[in-house]
């Protein structure tokens, strides 16, 4: 019985995929392990969104072979599919397969096909994928793939192809079957979930109506743009029964100007009143984004009035990474690139606000009470039960012995050392 160990690099999405292809082999007969020098097959999901991300994916491909000579490297997801004729050169690489090709995997391994791309661009329609592991707590749910928006800096729609959105009805059945499985909590993953339904003539508030009537007990959303989110549907979240107050706003930049180059169509102050409104209407929502550190062009000025604008903001916390140049992007083109030592060190002073703003956060929530969901496994250093707040936050609890996989009230102590400890209370 052939032997695999596979590693998946990057967003959630990808992650969840990870999960499907490892599922997929195992019912195919492969073996998973986790001894490198025991694989038969390494299996590496990649992620391309930064040049960091290719760097270690190749680096792991090479470090496989180093440690073990005989082992068969396969590369799929973002990177193999937009690179596919330079990694082809590559001999440290035995299979190649795209992004819509990775779920057949196992069955391409099987009749030892080793090259498999498909043009994503041709891909109209949104491939289901369903995650039968019951051994976490949460399960995720991919509804929706690609994206149509062209931003200057990413590379991610010509790896991930046009938006696909899944049909309502397999998302309600899913969610549905989770919950009968005892799923308390659904995350909804997808490459621009936003997007979802605009294929179908639909927009992502018919979905969530929709899922206000499954029997899930709560869930979360992936990352959404500002524009994504206006006042209709906040509305309809703040009153929602089921929806965790936790967003997470893809804003790449606090500067008109650089968000102008970055080909986004937002301005830094309605999203900053946007923030404002979910901080006051929601109980102590998590509010996280992402932004770009040094995107070509950004003067000091620009990068200053970001860090101003940061500051003031009601975020809660704060992904940063340094820009990098993608090839195929409108961006690398663009004259202004700036030194790695600058971009590494804004995204440095980025990080600080965000280590100050969630420490702001986490205090912020000492005495509150919180529905909590009690993991399967406990706290790996202490031993205690864990779990996770409506509102995103890791808590190790102090009491409790057999709650796994059951919502409880938890009062929260204190904060340690970044970390938030607290108590069930009983009704």
Known sequence: MAKFLLKSLGCKSNQFEGQIIEEKLTESGFEKTSDLKDADYYILNSCTVTHKSDSETLYLLRNAKHLNPGIKTVLTGCLAQVDKEELEKLDYIDYLFGNDDKFELAQYLVNNENTIVTNIMDVKTFNPQILKDTSKTRISLKIQDGCDNRCSYCIIPFARGKSRSADEKFIVDEINKYADEGFK?????????????????KKLLDLLSVIETTSIHRYRLGSLNPTEIPMNVLEFL??????????????????DKTLKSMNRFYRTEDYLRQLEYISENF???????????????????????????????????????????????????????????VKEERAGIIKKISAKKMSEFLNSNIGDIREVLVEKRPDKNSGKLKGITDNYINVILENGVDEFNTLQKVKIDRIENGKAFGRIISD
Request: hydrophobic fraction near 30%; aromatic fraction near 8%; include cysteine.
């Open 283 to 341: 109980d102590n929502p998590f509010i996280g984004c992402d932004i770009i550190a040094g995107f070509v062009g950004e003067s000091e000025e620009d990068f200053q009035t970001t860090v101003e604008n940061l500051n003031r903001s009601r975020l809660t916390k704060i992904h940063t990474f340094p820009y990098s140049i993608r090839k195929g992007t409108r961006a690398k083109d663009m004259e202004g690139h700036l030194p790695d030592k």
């Open 238 to 255: 703040k009153s929602s029964d089921k929806f965790c107050p936790h967003f997470h706003l893809s804003l790449q930049s606090a500067c």
């Open 185 to 201: 909590e659904v995350v909804l993953t997808g490459i621009h979930i936003g997007q979802w339904g605009l294929d179908k003539g």
